[in-house]
Nanobody, 121 residues
Framework: VQLVESGGGSVQPGGSIRLSCLAS????????MAWYRQAPGNQRELVAT???????HYADSVKGRFTISRDNARNTVYLQMNSLEPEDTADYYC????????????????WGQGTQVTVSS
């Protein structure tokens, strides 16, 4: 299983960026998917999560500005980021809990390689 993020880049304060994360490989089902971020010198922090039924949760710092969504048919999760601030500058990582085989109920955690988002004037 691989998670591959795309969509990072540089934007001015107040701008928008949409991140995508595609899960590929042997996948029976995907439970929760999430976005984390890590700024230089900081610990990795949770940005937003979405369950397989579409229930979402956001960090207080991004509520009202970011929207997480997913396309189950495409095994893809998105993060729409609006009204970006310099404090949002970080490497953004996709995370997923994936059940690989129908025969086994266990799920496993996978991470993407990260995509950089820079917010600067």
């Amino acid at each position: 299983v691989q998670l591959v993020e795309s969509g990072g880049g540089s934007v001015q304060p107040g701008g928008s960026i949409r991140l995508s994360c595609l899960a590929s490989g042997i996948i029976f089902s995907i439970k929760a998917m999430a976005w984390y971020r890590q700024a230089p010198g900081n610990q990795r922090e949770l940005v937003a999560t979405i369950t397989d039924t579409g229930r979402t949760h956001y960090a207080d710092s991004v509520k009202g500005r970011f929207t997480i969504s997913r396309d189950n048919a495409r095994n893809t999760v998105y993060l729409q980021m609006n009204s970006l601030e310099p404090e949002d500058t970080a490497d953004y990582y996709c995370h997923a809990d994936i059940r690989i085989y129908r025969e086994f109920p266990d799920s496993y955690e996978f991470w993407g390689q990260g995509t950089q988002v820079t917010v600067s004037s």
